[in-house]
């Protein structure tokens, strides 16, 4: 279980100004702005639930993620995961999470994807059988036969993104992140990586929170959505909750919000945060 | 010309952006500059004061070589440009109604003067602020600053056409990287990068002055501190003029052939 | 994470890094000429420089080469074990350590562990003809103490090398854009500190070893092995840098620490 309870984060930023002369005087004196990525974020994740996590850009997803996972430290408030605080605990905790950045790969370039498992395999300790069951699992879910044996730069990126996600789940980690798993696939891998993300949390009741600017990722995935803007939670609830959410807001009609990315465009406009 | 001219003033802007890297590179500089002035104090003393520069000569040449890196040096590249070639957006480059040659060279020499320009004032600066002997001299006459002036242009020109020699070079190779480092670490020596030219012994020397390394910097350097003067100027330029067009001339043929090649693989 | 378990897993990673590499190997061997030529070149250039004269304050031809040996192969190592650190400030900028942090086990095993670049042993073919002239003309008696001086120079040159390293790759972490300011000290040594640090004269020895302690690799133990000194304790001097060592990794810890509260 995961509770978030008041946390709060913020960054000092510097100015940049364009411009030859803005350019000179930033070589000798430096203006800051504080930004307040997260202002008293509270709430609370059953296990095995499937959680979307949306908001526009710099609404604070990817710092609540990085502090989910231990990597940030907030200013203030409390996170506990699993009666563990991630980022105190940070060594322990790492090895029951999986995360999977959309955008990065975690796959080494240039060697077959399987010598890349292989060295997951060492850096989890994961035991010789427990690595070999999970890795037919996987293998067959996402039907990677064919590629394990290719080295990652020959991939597809839907192929890529399919080792990606297998990679991250090796070492059976009771909690997922997906960071924008879809951005850039073609329709039959965007498929298969939902598709799949269903079954894992169905069989394994693995926890799945998933962030992603791709609603219909959101209307397939995620049984709960939560949305962030300039860093607090505008809304906690079903997808339903979000479409009322627009209705209310805007005096939309029913057509309208059968495009789920106008809903939350218009929910955006509406309160404000974009 | 004009065209050219935007290439130029586009890359200088993009060069005043950072300023940590302008102090970095100006520690750098000083350090560098002061350490090797203070190496060769020691070995003018060793040798008895009978080097083949005098002292105050190598310390010129030394603070002109850190002033103007960015001018002169054969290994740093356009990143943009090679960045190009291996990912290849060079076919965009290919879309624009220009000699992609011209366009690249105008592009090079806009990068390095705006760095130099950058550099060099700074460096200069504090390197007059040395104590002697560690300072720099200036120009042994104003007929010698002229003449260094017009010897560095032809200098940078015979530099620029190497390096566009290099980066054609890069088409006909798997490993464009791999293939710079080789040429360039040769060439570094030979160009009188690591020591002047005329601290090689007598039979090096004339071979490295038969090759077209020996004037790009050593030229410009060696006549601002007087070590290169009277009846040895008229053909070294020469030699500087004639390298220039050579060097042109085979980067110009070359990229022909790498211009085919493209066309032919789709790059 | 116990130690054999970190060096199965270091050899693991470092295996990987050269399979990597050996699917360019056009590539691998010419970056390998490329660094040989580059320490040929200031090889050449202190051959052509005592074609002048005999002795620098002292130093002859094979000191000065033997000098220049040890420090190109303390760098060598370094940079063969500590490139991680070099190239650290890139891995940040690709997110590449946020992906670290989300691994149980040690940070500084997978950085220095996914970087580890065989490419970067070119100089050990210049330092071993070095070494070799200058064992054979420099002023040194080959007995056990010199040679233990010697390996004692290369193992504490190493580590200086390596902590600069740690300590450029901090800087990462104090809103620094630019960490090469730190190849001022890292290269600037290894190009410079070929000649014994005294010939640069007093300013520069306080330097080299107030500030960083380079004549605690170079200068004082040079004076043991080439028989200037017959203080043996110059000898273990070199053993002072686990101390610096121990520094850099103090600032490095307080910078991880930075790291995780203010992110990138």
Known sequence: MITMENVCKSYKVAKRNAGFGEACKALFRREYEVIHALNKLSFTIQDGEMVGYIGPNGAGKSSTIKILSGILTPDSGTCVIDGRIPWKNRTEHVRHIGVVFGQRSQLWWDIPVIDSFELLKEIYSISTPQY???????????????????????????????????ASLLHEPKLLFLDEPTIGLDAVSKLAVRDFIRKINREHKTTVILTTHDMQDIEVIAERVILIGRGQ????????????????????????????????ADLYRKLNIL | MRKYYLFFRLRFAAGVQYRMAAITALTTQLVWGLMECLAYKAIAEASGNSLPMNYSAIVSYIWLKEALLALFNTWAADNDIFGMILNGDISYEMCRPLSVYSMWFSRTVGGRVSEALLRCIPVLLCAFLMPYPYKPGLPVSMEAFALFLLTAVFALGVTVAFCMLVYILCFFTLSPQGWRMVLTGAIDFLSGNIIPLPFFPQGYRKIAELLPFAYMQNVPFRIYC?????????????????????????????????????????? | MNIRKSIALYTRYASVCVKSVMQYKLSFLLMLIGRVILSFNEFIAIKFLFSGFVEIRGYSYGDVLLCFSIIQISFTLAELFGNGFKVFSSMVKRGEFDRILLRPCSPILQIIGTRFEIGRTGPMITAAVTLVIGMRTGNVAWDAGAVFTLVLMIAGGTLLFIGLFLLGASFCFFSIEDTSIINVLTYGAKSHGKYPIDIYGKGIMRFCTYIIPYTLIQYYPLQYLLGRTTQWRFALY?????????????VWRIGVRNYKSCGA
């Open chain 1, 132 to 166: 070999n069951n999970k890795l037919e699992e996987l293998t067959q879910l996402l039907q990677l036969q064919e590629i394990l044996k290719t080295p990652t730069r020959q991939l597809s990126l839907g192929q890529r993104m399919r080792c990606e996600v297998a």
């Open chain 1, 233 to 264: 939670i505008l809304l906690d609830g079903t997808l339903d909750a979000l479409r009322h959410a627009a209705l209310n807001t805007e005096d939309g009609t029913a057509e309208e919000q059968i495009n789920l990315d106008r809903v939350v």
């Open chain 2, 226 to 267: 007087g070590d290169l003067a009277g009846a040895d100027i008229p053909p070294a330029i020469l030699k500087q003029i004639f390298w220039f067009l050579v060097l042109t001339l085979a980067g110009m043929l070359a990229w022909k052939q790498a211009e085919k090649r493209i066309i032919v693989q789709g790059g």
């Open chain 3, 238 to 250: 070199p053993m002072g840098i686990v101390v610096f060592l121990a520094l850099c990794y103090v």
